[in-house]
C-alpha cells in the first residue's frame, strides 16, 4: 500500500496525473472495442433478428452496469478520500460493503430478470421476430449477473487505492477474453472471419455471444480474487468487515447515484434521439448511430482521464492538501483540452473518411458527416467538464455530480431535443448534445467556483 499512496502524496503532479489517467484511458480505448465486439460478431451469422436482439437487450445489461457503478464509483471516490483523511480501517469497511452488497443485488436482479424476462423485453423494444433471441441472450447474462456487477464494483475499488494499472489489467482481462471467445461461441466451424475458414465453432448465436460475456467477467472477478488474497491490497473481502453503518452507505450512494443515474441516462436518451429521428426516416437513424460511434472515441477518452484522476483528486481533498489537488485539476483540464482540440481538428480534416469506415452509403455519409460536426465541436471543452464531475465525485459532492449527470443526457439534453427539432428541423436534433455540451460545460465551471470559495473560505478561518 505504501507505493501507492506514494503516487497520491510524492509524485510530481504530471506524473501522479500520467500514472492513474494512461492506464484509465487505455482501458477506456479497450472498451470500445468491447463494446462493439458482440453485433460485429453476431452480425457475422447473416441474421438480422439476432443483431437486433442484442440492441434491444442492452438497455437491461445497462442496468447491470449501473449497479456496479454505484458501489463501484461511489466507494472508489470514498475510499481515496478517506485514505487522505488517514482513515485505513474505514477503507476496509467501505469496500467489504461495496463488494458484497454488489453481489447481493446482482443476485436479486438477475433472478428478477430470469423470471420476467419476456416481459421485460418486449417492453424495452423486442418484437416477434427478435423475443426468442433476446430470451436466449439475456437469460445467460442474467445467470452471469453477480460476476458482471462484481467485476464493475472491484474494478473501480481498486482504482480508488492507487492501483490503476491493476483496475486495467482486470478489467481489460475480463474484455480480451470476452472478444476471443465470441466467434467460438456464435459462429459454425467452416464459418468465414476476416477471409478466413474457422476451424471450430460452437454456432450458439446470441447465446454464445452472452455466454461469452459472462466468462469475461468472470476471468475478472478471479483475477481480483487473486491480487486480493496475494495481500496487495488494504481493501478488504472479509465478511466480517461488512457494515453500513456510520455513513458507509451514504457515503457510497452519495456520489455513486450520479454515477449509475448516468448509465441509465445515457441508453434513455439514445432511445429518445432515436425514436425522434424515426421522422426524418432510416437515414438520419443510421447516419445518428454512426456518427455517435465515431465521436466516442473522443468522448470515453477525456472520460477516461478524468476517471483515472478521480481518487488523485479524492485523496487531496480528504487530505486537506488543497494546493496540489488544484494543480492536479489544472493539469488534468489542460490535458483533455489538448486531446479534445487535437481530435476535432483530425474529424473535422478527415470526416468524410471516418464516416465512411462504418458505412458506404452516399445519404448516410452525408448526413453523417453533418452529425459528426456538430458533436465534434465541443470538443476542446466538453473534456473540463469531465474533469470537473469527477472531481465533484472524488471530493464527495453528489449533488454536483448529480446535476450534470442528468443534465447532460437528461434534463438539458432531451427537453433542447424536442424544443430544437420543433424551432429547426432536424438541424435542431444535429446541434442538440453540442448545445446541452456547452451548456454543462458552463455549470460545471460555476459550480466548481462555488465549491472552490467555499473551502477557501474554510480553510481561512481555521487557519486564524
Given at each position: 500500500?505504501?507505493?501507492?499512496?506514494?503516487?497520491?502524496?510524492?509524485?510530481?503532479?504530471?506524473?501522479?496525473?500520467?500514472?492513474?489517467?494512461?492506464?484509465?484511458?487505455?482501458?477506456?480505448?479497450?472498451?470500445?472495442?468491447?463494446?462493439?465486439?458482440?453485433?460485429?460478431?453476431?452480425?457475422?451469422?447473416?441474421?438480422?433478428?439476432?443483431?437486433?436482439?442484442?440492441?434491444?437487450?442492452?438497455?437491461?445489461?445497462?442496468?447491470?452496469?449501473?449497479?456496479?457503478?454505484?458501489?463501484?464509483?461511489?466507494?472508489?471516490?470514498?475510499?481515496?478520500?478517506?485514505?487522505?483523511?488517514?482513515?485505513?480501517?474505514?477503507?476496509?469497511?467501505?469496500?467489504?460493503?461495496?463488494?458484497?452488497?454488489?453481489?447481493?443485488?446482482?443476485?436479486?436482479?438477475?433472478?428478477?430478470?430470469?423470471?420476467?424476462?419476456?416481459?421485460?423485453?418486449?417492453?424495452?423494444?423486442?418484437?416477434?421476430?427478435?423475443?426468442?433471441?433476446?430470451?436466449?441472450?439475456?437469460?445467460?447474462?442474467?445467470?452471469?449477473?453477480?460476476?458482471?456487477?462484481?467485476?464493475?464494483?472491484?474494478?473501480?475499488?481498486?482504482?480508488?487505492?492507487?492501483?490503476?494499472?491493476?483496475?486495467m489489467f482486470g478489467m481489460v482481462l475480463g474484455q480480451l477474453v470476452n472478444i476471443v471467445l465470441d466467434p467460438v461461441f456464435i459462429l459454425d466451424s467452416g464459418d468465414k472471419l476476416f477471409g478466413m475458414t474457422l476451424p471450430f465453432g460452437l454456432n450458439m448465436g446470441v447465446a454464445g455471444a452472452a455466454i461469452a460475456t459472462v466468462l469475461g467477467n468472470v476471468f475478472s472477478v478471479v483475477f481480483f480474487l487473486i491480487y486480493f488474497l496475494r495481500g496487495k491490497?488494504?481493501?478488504?473481502?472479509?465478511?466480517?468487515?461488512?457494515?453500513?453503518?456510520?455513513?458507509?452507505?451514504?457515503?457510497?450512494?452519495?456520489?455513486?447515484?450520479?454515477?449509475?443515474?448516468?448509465?441509465?441516462?445515457?441508453?434513455?436518451?439514445?432511445?429518445?434521439?432515436?425514436?425522434?429521428?424515426?421522422?426524418?426516416?432510416?437515414?438520419?437513424?443510421?447516419?445518428?448511430?454512426?456518427?455517435?460511434?465515431?465521436?466516442?472515441?473522443?468522448?470515453?477518452?477525456?472520460?477516461?482521464?478524468?476517471?483515472?484522476?478521480?481518487?488523485?483528486?479524492?485523496?487531496?481533498?480528504?487530505?486537506?492538501?488543497?494546493?496540489?489537488?488544484?494543480?492536479?485539476?489544472?493539469?488534468?483540464?489542460?490535458?483533455?483540452?489538448?486531446?479534445?482540440?487535437?481530435?476535432?481538428?483530425?474529424?473535422?480534416?478527415?470526416?468524410?473518411?471516418?464516416?465512411?469506415?462504418?458505412?458506404?452509403?452516399?445519404?448516410?455519409?452525408?448526413?453523417?458527416?453533418?452529425?459528426?460536426?456538430?458533436?465534434?465541436?465541443?470538443?476542446?471543452?466538453?473534456?473540463?467538464?469531465?474533469?470537473?464531475?469527477?472531481?465533484?465525485?472524488?471530493?464527495?459532492?453528489?449533488?454536483?455530480?448529480?446535476?450534470?449527470?442528468?443534465?447532460?443526457?437528461?434534463?438539458?439534453?432531451?427537453?433542447?431535443?424536442?424544443?430544437?427539432?420543433?424551432?429547426?428541423?432536424?438541424?435542431?436534433?444535429?446541434?442538440?448534445?453540442?448545445?446541452?455540451?456547452?451548456?454543462?460545460?458552463?455549470?460545471?465551471?460555476?459550480?466548481?467556483?462555488?465549491?472552490?470559495?467555499?473551502?477557501?473560505?474554510?480553510?481561512?478561518?481555521?487557519?486564524?
Amino acid at each position: 500500500m505504501k507505493d501507492n499512496t506514494r503516487i497520491f502524496e510524492d509524485y510530481k503532479v504530471p506524473k501522479a496525473v500520467a500514472t492513474m489517467a494512461v492506464p484509465s484511458m487505455l482501458g477506456m480505448l479497450i472498451n470500445i472495442v468491447y463494446n462493439l465486439a458482440d453485433t460485429f460478431f453476431v452480425g457475422q451469422t447473416g441474421d438480422s433478428n439476432q443483431v437486433a436482439a442484442v440492441s434491444v437487450s442492452m438497455p437491461l445489461f445497462l442496468l447491470f452496469m449501473a449497479i456496479g457503478n454505484l458501489f463501484g464509483v461511489g466507494g472508489c471516490a470514498f475510499i481515496s478520500r478517506s485514505l487522505g483523511e488517514g482513515r485505513k480501517d474505514r477503507v476496509k469497511t467501505i469496500s467489504s460493503f461495496c463488494i458484497y452488497t454488489a453481489i447481493i443485488l446482482g443476485i436479486i436482479a438477475g433472478v428478477v430478470f430470469l423470471i420476467f424476462k419476456q416481459p421485460l423485453l418486449y417492453l424495452v423494444g423486442a418484437s416477434d421476430n427478435t423475443i426468442g433471441y433476446a430470451q436466449d441472450y439475456l437469460k445467460w447474462v442474467a445467470i452471469g449477473a453477480p460476476f458482471v456487477v462484481t467485476a464493475i464494483t472491484v474494478c473501480n475499488l481498486v482504482r480508488g487505492e492507487g492501483s490503476a494499472k491493476t483496475s486495467m489489467f482486470g478489467m481489460v482481462l475480463g474484455q480480451l477474453v470476452n472478444i476471443v471467445l465470441d466467434p467460438v461461441f456464435i459462429l459454425d466451424s467452416g464459418d468465414k472471419l476476416f477471409g478466413m475458414t474457422l476451424p471450430f465453432g460452437l454456432n450458439m448465436g446470441v447465446a454464445g455471444a452472452a455466454i461469452a460475456t459472462v466468462l469475461g467477467n468472470v476471468f475478472s472477478v478471479v483475477f481480483f480474487l487473486i491480487y486480493f488474497l496475494r495481500g496487495k491490497s488494504i481493501l478488504s473481502i472479509t465478511p466480517k468487515r461488512y457494515s453500513a453503518k456510520n455513513g458507509i452507505a451514504k457515503g457510497v450512494v452519495n456520489v455513486g447515484l450520479p454515477a449509475s443515474l448516468n448509465n441509465l441516462l445515457m441508453s434513455v436518451s439514445n432511445i429518445i434521439v432515436n425514436i425522434v429521428l424515426v421522422g426524418y426516416g432510416d437515414t438520419a437513424v443510421a447516419a445518428m448511430g454512426v456518427a455517435m460511434k465515431a465521436n466516442m472515441l473522443v468522448v470515453m477518452l477525456q472520460i477516461g482521464l478524468g476517471q483515472g484522476v478521480q481518487p488523485l483528486i479524492g485523496y487531496c481533498y480528504g487530505a486537506k492538501n488543497y494546493t496540489r489537488m488544484k494543480k492536479c485539476l489544472s493539469f488534468s483540464i489542460c490535458c483533455n483540452i489538448v486531446i479534445g482540440t487535437v481530435m476535432m481538428l483530425f474529424y473535422l480534416v478527415f470526416r468524410e473518411n471516418v464516416v465512411n469506415m462504418f458505412i458506404n452509403d452516399a445519404r448516410v455519409v452525408n448526413l453523417g458527416v453533418k452529425m459528426l460536426t456538430a458533436l465534434m465541436t465541443p470538443g476542446p471543452v466538453i473534456g473540463i467538464m469531465f474533469v470537473l464531475n469527477f472531481a465533484f465525485q472524488g471530493m464527495g459532492k453528489g449533488f454536483q455530480s448529480l446535476l450534470l449527470s442528468i443534465g447532460r443526457q437528461g434534463l438539458i439534453y432531451i427537453p433542447l431535443l424536442f424544443i430544437l427539432n420543433k424551432a429547426v428541423g432536424l438541424n435542431g436534433i444535429i446541434w442538440a448534445q453540442a448545445t446541452a455540451d456547452f451548456v454543462c460545460v458552463i455549470m460545471s465551471i460555476v459550480m466548481f467556483t462555488i465549491v472552490m470559495n467555499g473551502i477557501n473560505k474554510k480553510s481561512a478561518v481555521s487557519d486564524k
